[in-house]
T-cell receptor, first 113, second 111 residues
């Protein structure tokens, strides 16, 4: 079965500091991996995705993630945090059916001025 | 362009009352549609998905049901709500690996 583990339910960084949100996955099929962001009382917005090809993927708002098969990881990074980045971030993996998308438990990013 | 509509945005219902949340999509045909629930302090739990009219797959046995009466309509229902049904419900239209659109969500509070 497929699963996603996000380490750290809360991450706090200073404005301008590096953002690193961790995601590890397990998958019995070639993984499709995703990062989504959720602002308060809103739905989810796709930040970036990995399906095949280049393992370093760039997304919106300056975020990027690197697929590391040997580590079964897909960590999300941003070189310099902005106050507007404060939100909840979800990592997701395609499930054992091509119709399932399995989410991690989420990481709330706090950005300190 | 593709859009997804979900309503209502907020709902307060008493225990034992029925529930109906509606989701519709525009700009596509035969979409794969999903219902997720986000409980307080927890991640997103997949409840149901549908790959076509009348086709419903249930992921978690519970007090809820789903229906797909039309190609672009997906409904989440309950005959009798429980306190544990409170949460944030999200409808999604997902073509895995290609695109994913989420509704704005419904915050349900069962009192």
């Amino acid at each position: 079965a497929q699963s996603v583990t996000q380490l750290g339910s809360h991450v706090s960084v200073s404005e301008g500091a590096l953002v690193l949100l961790r995601c590890n996955y397990s998958s019995s099929v070639p993984p499709y991996l995703f990062w989504y962001v959720q602002y308060p009382n809103q739905g989810l917005q796709l930040l970036l995705k990995y399906t095949t090809g280049a393992t370093l993927v760039k997304g919106i708002n300056g975020f990027e993630a690197e697929f590391k098969k040997s580590e079964t990881s897909f960590h999300l990074t941003k070189p310099s945090a902005h106050m507007s980045d404060a939100a909840e971030y979800f990592c997701a993996v395609r499930g054992d059916s091509s119709y399932k998308l399995i989410f991690g438990s989420g990481t709330r990013l706090l950005v300190r001025p | 362009s593709q859009t997804i509509h979900q309503w209502p945005a907020t709902l307060v219902q008493p225990v034992g009352s029925p529930l109906s949340l509606e989701c519709t999509v525009e700009g596509t045909s035969n979409p794969n549609l999903y219902w997720y629930r986000q409980a307080a302090g927890r991640g997103l739990q997949l409840l149901f998905y549908s790959v076509g009219i009348g086709q419903i797959s249930s992921e978690v046995p519970q007090n809820l049901s789903a229906s797909r009466p039309q190609d672009r309509q997906f409904i989440l229902s309950s005959k009798k709500l429980l306190l544990s049904d409170s949460g944030f419900y999200l409808c999604a239209w997902i073509n895995i690996g290609v695109s994913a659109f989420f509704g704005q969500g419904t915050r349900l509070t069962v009192v």
